[in-house]
């Protein structure tokens, strides 16, 4: 792994000629560059370190017109060297920079004090003061200052050793997420479109199948170049440059960001948590308009916050940006806000939630944003289950959890698996890794439930209920994997019981009131009096004085008690004697091969018509097979 540092300070300061005593590269690339004596844009260097290892150098330019390309160069660094001359001291472009460093969230630097050669002792002394009073409050407060001459070259090797020492202590950057925000785009003749960024963090080799986002375009790696010397492999914290097969430098816009396929996603919305600067003249206001900085992208976006009207300078809240087009970031990007005008920047944060699956903010309680706020501090596992509940009611999948936590794949598995065990996460879709929360699942559970209890309530003669119904009970957009999974959960814990292709309430009984048993026995009565002749419905419930609605649950009970068997409508059996007429068949054809309507007619003394019925009621159950006007032997031909 690679280390990337930054270069920070006003215009003229020496930031360019201390890269160039440093590492003998002039970062100063362009001829209106060299012309104008400053930088406009991004400069890049490298030294190579004791231990083996090479530096990456970012040269930022100091002249406020292009605080935009410096915010695109700061986004990739580990840490920062700040450059102040000791001849003008603190400027306005070494506060804002210093500022825009801490936005972005820098927390390692160094101070280079430069052109000493320039001034005597004294003023160096009150110089060294003056700097360290300005760094006070800020996250170079106690960091060493180093008096420099990239002219005399004085205090050059010390700075060399403190550049070595910091870059050691720098944390390893994600490996598993290749992503290359692109900070130039260039036509090279012989060659065609290149790329050129800060690599992230991941890897990437050549011939690897890539997406630019937001367009989605695909495209392969050609062929990669890392500081002018050619190599297979990307790995994080290297500046380097993609030859990309199939696309022009039109189809690419700084910003855009080469990923691999289905890495990342485009969001149109964010959560962002929001600090307006102290020093900012004023604040941001609810729906207002600003330039939104994301990486080495700047877009114009609308804020909207949670609980307030007005975000005054010193105060943290959460907001919704709106962009005016589509952005791919990861949980924990830092982003800069600038204000429309003046052109100054005013505020920066931390992403916590970038995809659109994000709720809106009525649906976002208090106590959800205070988790929200508290999450770039939280632990992982903390991380995960707020990151989890906000995903919604049908969860999220492993790649998109990826996104929302910055955490790698197999880490995020890890955790997963030691929060299922204790029941703070739940894999309904182990093929695509769908995870859900607690929360959300126990929503379902409960509706799952409620449903139940209603048909019950609805149907007290039925014993249960069929799948499909409490299915649908559950809500037509609730994925038919997620709604099986809750079921099978709720049949695992006994809070429904399995009765064939039936599921019911553990605590429901089938009760019969005193009318309702009293018709129970009265019509299996009238069939028992006349077993091969069941009674014609209309006549039996005029002599019962009731109805057929009022019968037709008596007679579904019946049938699920095993009483009766339901041959039609209007037409059923006792099951005993089914069983016997069953044997008859059985019997018959394993003697005569095929049976006619005639031939059962005779063998029951069953009338033809409700003989055919019942023949046809053997066809279903596969006991028989009709073949033309016979019937045979279910698996015996005729």
């Not at 160039?20 to 030294?47: S, W």
């Not at 690419?252 to 959560?271: C, E, L, P, Y």
């Not at 109805?547 to 037409?571: C, H, S």
């Not at 097979?625 to 005729?638: E, I, Q």
């Amino acid at each position: 792994m690679s280390v990337i540092m930054g270069t920070a300070g006003h215009i003229d300061h020496g930031k360019t000629s201390l890269i160039r005593a440093l590492t003998g590269i002039d970062c100063d690339r362009l001829g209106e560059e060299k012309r104008r004596g400053i930088t406009i844009e991004l400069g890049f260097a490298y030294v190579d370190l004791p231990g083996g290892e090479r530096m990456g150098i970012v040269d930022m330019p100091g002249h406020e017109r292009f605080v935009r390309t410096m915010v695109a160069g700061a986004s990739g660094i580990d840490f920062v060297l700040l450059v102040i001359s000791a001849d003008e001291g603190v400027m306005p472009q070494t506060r804002e920079h210093l500022e825009i460093c801490t936005l972005l969230g820098v927390k390692h630097g160094l101070v280079a004090l430069t052109k000493i050669d320039m001034v005597d002792e004294e003023m160096l002394e009150l110089a060294t003061e003056d700097v360290k009073d300005f760094l006070k409050g800020t996250f170079l407060e106690g960091a060493p200052v180093f008096p420099v001459s990239s002219v005399t070259g004085q205090g050059l090797d010390a700075l060399r050793s403190a550049i070595a020492q910091e870059s050691r202590r720098q944390p390893r950057r994600r490996s598993d997420l290749f992503r290359l925000p692109v900070d130039r785009v260039f036509s090279l003749k012989g060659h065609g479109t290149v790329v050129t960024g800060t690599l992230v963090s991941g890897s990437a080799m050549c011939g690897d199948e890539v997406e630019l986002l937001p367009s989605g375009r695909l495209s392969h790696i050609r062929s990669i170049q890392s500081h002018g010397e050619g190599q297979e492999k990307a790995e994080a914290g290297h500046r380097i440059s993609l030859n990309l097969h199939g696309l022009a430098v039109e189809d690419i816009s700084r910003g855009d960001v080469v990923t691999h396929v289905g890495a990342m996603k485009n969001s149109k919305r964010w959560i962002v948590e929001l600090t307006c600067l102290e020093s900012a003249a004023r604040g941001l206001r609810h729906r207002g308009e600003i330039h939104f900085h994301h990486s080495a992208r700047e877009l114009a976006a609308r804020l909207y916050f949670y609980d307030r009207d007005y975000l005054e300078p010193g105060e943290t809240a959460l907001v919704e940006a709106h962009f005016s087009e589509p952005v791919a970031g990861i949980f924990a990007d830092r982003c800069i806000i600038r204000a429309f005008s003046p052109l100054r920047t005013v505020a920066g944060g931390s992403i916590l939630y970038p995809l659109d699956s994000a709720p809106r903010r009525s649906h976002i309680s208090e106590e959800m944003r205070a988790r929200l706020l508290a999450l770039p501090d939280a632990d992982e596992e903390t991380r995960i289950a707020v990151q989890m509940e906000l995903a919604g009611r049908f969860g999220v999948t492993l790649a998109d959890l990826s996104i929302l936590t910055d955490l790698g794949r197999k880490q995020l598995e890890k955790h997963l698996q030691a929060m299922s065990g204790k029941g703070g996460a739940f894999c309904w879709d182990k093929d695509v890794k769908c995870w859900i929360s607690p929360v959300w699942l126990d929503r379902l559970l409960e509706r799952a439930l409620a449903a139940t209890e209603a048909f019950h309530k609805k149907n007290p003669l039925e014993h249960g209920m069929a799948k499909g119904v409490i299915l649908a009970g559950m809500g037509a957009a609730v994925p038919p994997k997620l709604a099986h999974y809750a079921l099978e959960k709720l049949v695992r814990a006994g809070r429904l019981v399995v009765e064939g292709e039936l599921l019911r309430l553990p605590e429901h009984k089938v009760s019969l009131a005193d009318d309702q048993q009293a018709l129970k026995e009265a019509l299996l009565k009238a069939h028992q009096a006349s077993p091969l002749m069941p009674p014609n419905h209309t006549e039996l419930f005029s002599e019962l004085g009731i109805t057929a609605r009022q019968a037709q649950p008596i007679f579904k009970l019946l049938v699920t008690d095993g009483a009766l068997v339901k041959i039609k409508e209007d037409l059923y059996y006792l099951s005993s004697v089914m069983e016997e007429l069953r044997q008859k068949v059985r019997d018959f054809l394993l003697t005569h091969a095929e049976i006619t309507p005639g031939d059962f007619r005779d063998i029951s003394s069953i009338s033809r018509k409700n003989g055919i019925a019942l023949l046809e009621h053997f066809d279903k159950e596969q006991l028989t097979m009709r073949v033309g006007d016979k019937r045979v032997l279910r698996g015996r031909s005729a």
